[in-house]
């Protein structure tokens, strides 16, 4: 059998009137991605020469998101006016960025729970003018209904060009079809506004086809429903995430409570990791091997390498060795990167900065642009003061450092191998290694203060 090329087209040039939102509908976000994502991401296996991607409606946002995705043979075409899935379609067939294909696949921008099974599944049985899914629903309401005779499939009528009768209808077309190219092109040509919405609906070509035959595929209907408003956008969002999770946990990772836990697509997990409670892992985040997360965590491009902890905290762009811990209530931003066994503890923010091996800022502090040694530790409270209003400084604390709680260190500034800063200090020059550096007024004792001040309190003049 000779190769049949397939070309892909999304049909994504609509608005999504029913999301009553500023923003295009194939731009909204489910479960870490935006829908136009995942309909692309289903196509990704099949592997097609060519995928066309139907834009209109914040065009230049929807064909950057398309390209974004990366697909080869990836194109966009724009449907000037949206004039219905039928104008959105010939705008591709026109546009000639089809050319060489023999069949093409079709499907709508808005059925973000597609697998790649269902499409396969059309190809397969596709040969002839035209193929498409069905599937049959409880509740229709929306869809259009297929009309079917005892030749087959007949004509697909949309709900409100529906009479009574087939309204009745629950199988249901899911705008996902495989055509014939050159009988489509002509198909489309044959289209008319003349329905309840002045629309050429896709739909119709079904009927024009009808006498060369065409045929149906009925699927179950998880994986094809369309998200027309944001209550089936949470409810495609719920899928998604538990599709992910499933597979977390099919390839050994612990998901203490899936209903809470929130793990974008791209992200990796490593084996008898634990996902407690409240863990939201995101953008490009890997977990390592048995490393523990959450409760109560948002991580955003962040590295967890294996055996490390993090609790109750938030960690951008942000790396944790192995063995590491990170939390309670502790906020890592981009650059922060904890070495092996360090410990970043409660209410400590880090950013730009390197926590050495076996490092420790356990309490109330804030580490800018900063870099640890091993074994260092850093009292509660101690500050880097990287910023004079103007630029940014660097602080290097060597290893094994003590530095003394509330210390200041007004960058820049380096405090050396072992060396010592006591509590309270402001330290605005460098501390040599091994040495003592203390920055505090001389402690007053005044004897008999709260005794003399009792009595000034209580109206005894004699007494001051
Ligand atoms: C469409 C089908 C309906 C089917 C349902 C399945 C038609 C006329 N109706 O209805 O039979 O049951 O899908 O989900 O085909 N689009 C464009 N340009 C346009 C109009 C739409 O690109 O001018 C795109 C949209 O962005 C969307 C897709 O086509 O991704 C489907 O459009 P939508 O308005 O959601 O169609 P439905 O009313 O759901
Ligand atoms: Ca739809």
Request: no cysteine; charged share 25%.
């Amino acid at each position: 059998m000779a190769t049949v090329t397939v070309a892909g087209v999304v049909l994504a040039a609509g608005k999504g009137t029913r999301f009553r939102s500023d923003l295009a509908k194939v731009l909204h976000p489910a479960a870490g991605r935006t829908i136009l994502r995942w309909v692309l991401e289903a196509l990704r296996p099949l592997e097609l020469d060519r995928v066309v991607v139907v834009v209109g409606h914040q065009g230049e946002a929807v064909a950057a998101e398309a390209e974004a995705a990366g697909l080869p043979g990836l194109r966009t075409v724009r449907q000037d006016e949206q004039n219905g899935t039928g104008h959105a379609l010939r705008a591709a067939v026109d546009s000639g960025a089809l050319q060489g294909a023999e069949t093409v696949l079709v499907l709508p921008g808005d059925v973000p729970l597609l697998t790649a099974a269902p499409l396969r599944a059309l190809l397969d049985a596709h040969d002839g003018h035209g193929t498409l899914l069905t599937t049959e629903l409880d509740d229709p309401t929306g869809y259009g209904r297929v009309l079917r005779d005892a030749g087959g499939v007949r004509a697909i009528v949309e709900e409100r060009d529906a009479t009574e009768e087939q309204r009745g209808v629950r199988e249901v077309g899911v705008s996902i079809y495989a055509f014939a190219h050159k009988a489509l092109a002509e198909a489309l040509h044959r289209l008319s506004t003349d329905n309840a919405q002045g629309e050429e609906y896709l739909t119709d070509v079904v009927e024009i086809m009808a006498p060369a035959g065409v045929g149906a595929i009925l699927i179950e209907p998880g994986e094809v429903a369309g998200v027309n408003d944001r209550v089936q956008l949470a409810d495609a969002g719920g899928v998604l995430r538990r599709r992910i999770l499933e597979r977390l946990m099919r390839d050994g990772v612990t998901v203490v409570d899936p209903a809470t836990t929130y793990v974008a697509p791209e992200v990796t997990v490593g084996p008898d990791a634990v996902l407690l409670p409240g863990t939201h892992l995101e953008g490009a985040t890997s977990v390592g091997a048995g490393a523990t997360v959450g409760p109560g965590a948002r991580l955003v491009d962040t590295t967890v390498e294996d055996g490390a902890s993090v609790t109750y905290s938030v960690l951008l762009g942000a790396r944790v060795g192995p063995g590491a811990k990170v939390g309670p209530f502790a906020y890592l931003r981009p650059g922060a990167r904890l070495e092996r066994g360090a410990k970043v503890g409660t209410f400590v923010e880090v950013k730009g900065s390197v926590i050495g091996e076996d490092s420790k800022v356990p309490h109330l502090s804030y580490i800018g642009d900063t870099t640890i040694g091993r074994g260092a530790n850093v009292g509660a409270a101690t500050v880097t003061v990287n910023y004079d209003g103007f630029e940014k400084h660097q602080t290097v604390i060597g290893d094994g450092a003590r530095i003394g709680s509330d210390t200041m260190l007004v960058a820049p500034v380096s405090v050396g191998a072992d060396a010592y800063t006591g509590a309270g200090s402001v330290i605005t020059k460098d501390v040599p290694e091994g040495s003592l550096a203390v920055e505090r007024g001389e402690q007053r004792v005044i004897e008999g203060y709260a005794e003399r001040k009792r009595k000034r309190m209580a109206g005894d003049d004699a007494a001051v």
